[in-house]
């Protein structure tokens, strides 16, 4: 067995030669895990089609993985001749995790907060494949941290896709609100949350003639309107992934919108989107 690559029964995690359709990661995690590598192929590609994350793990494990019959990997053959150098490795690390993440279209710097993990991905492989050179000499020990930690930085990479995807702004908060003004003047003009449910009871609210708006977005959760009976409704609803219920108007799926344009002297302009989740809105009585 390699000094530097897990051991599972006498299997190395390695990169297939026989069963590769691109660099063979997908078919040596399939012989090590005894999985068939279709099952890794599928999930690179919906990763990859939601917000890039495949390719940037795909790649990651290409560089940490051997070839089969090599003793070292692209990263392990860098990381010995430059041992004492480390900085230029590390920078070209974080560089490329920059550089995945705006070619694959995942917001890196001004939307959502995915690009905090994906800096955090990128440390984790460059000291999962450090530990793999410089790691501890127990190889049963030194195998079970390069999984563990294998696992860790998929699990942080997923999280960057999640957040990415569904442009979802942690600083926004992560809460259960409800907004229940006395009158239109308690009522803000504009609401956001990140992760969470806005729900807005308006039932109590004497509207004035002509229009009151109210701009809401909830990154992932749920936005929950209720409006008196007599106040009539334009609104705008989008949903990137989830439903939409405006009066009893329905719509459910990837990138779905609805509409209602109401007229009245009392009107509430509506203008509502989530990233992942739910709209709805719904006369009540008082």
Excluded: C, N
């Excluded at 990140?194 to 039932?203: M, P, T, Y």
């Excluded at 009539?232 to 509409?259: F, M, N, P, S, Y």
């Excluded at 009245?264 to 709805?280: H, M, P, W």
């Amino acid at each position: 067995m390699s000094e530097h690559t897990t051991d599972r029964g006498g299997i190395r995690l390695e990169r297939s030669r026989s069963d590769r359709m691109l660099a063979g990661v997908a078919g040596g995690l399939g012989a090590y895990f005894e999985l068939h590598p279709a099952v890794f192929r599928v999930a690179f590609v919906v990763l990859t089609l939601m917000g890039g994350a495949g390719l940037l793990i795909y790649l990651a494990a290409a560089l940490v993985m051997p070839d089969e019959g090599k003793e070292d990997s692209f990263a392990t053959a860098a990381l010995r001749r430059r041992r004492h150098r480390p900085w230029l490795l590390i920078a070209l690390g974080l560089l490329s995790v920059f550089v995945l993440a705006v070619l694959s279209e995942v917001p890196v710097w001004s939307e959502g907060d995915a690009w905090l993990f994906l800096l955090v991905a990128g440390a984790l492989v460059i000291g999962l494949t450090w530990y793999a050179v410089a790691g501890a000499r127990s190889g049963w020990l030194r195998g079970l941290g390069i999984v563990v930690a294998s696992l860790v930085v998929l699990l942080v990479v997923l999280v960057a896709a999640f957040l990415a995807t569904f442009d979802v702004h942690l600083g926004d908060g992560i809460d259960q609100r409800t907004v229940a003004p006395a009158g239109v003047d308690d009522l803000r003009g504009r609401y956001e949350l990140g992760i969470g449910e806005l729900v807005f009871d308006l039932r109590s609210v004497a509207f004035p003639r002509g229009e009151t708006t109210l701009d809401v977005r909830v990154d992932a959760g749920r936005i929950y309107v209720l409006l008196p009976e007599e106040v009539t409704l334009r609104a705008v609803a989008e949903a990137k992934l989830g439903e939409i219920d405006l009066l009893g108007w329905h719509v459910e799926g990837w990138e779905v919108d609805q509409q209602v344009d109401e007229t009245g002297t009392r009107l509430l302009v509506l203008d509502a989107s989530v990233g992942i989740g739910e709209i709805e809105v719904e006369r009540g009585l008082r």
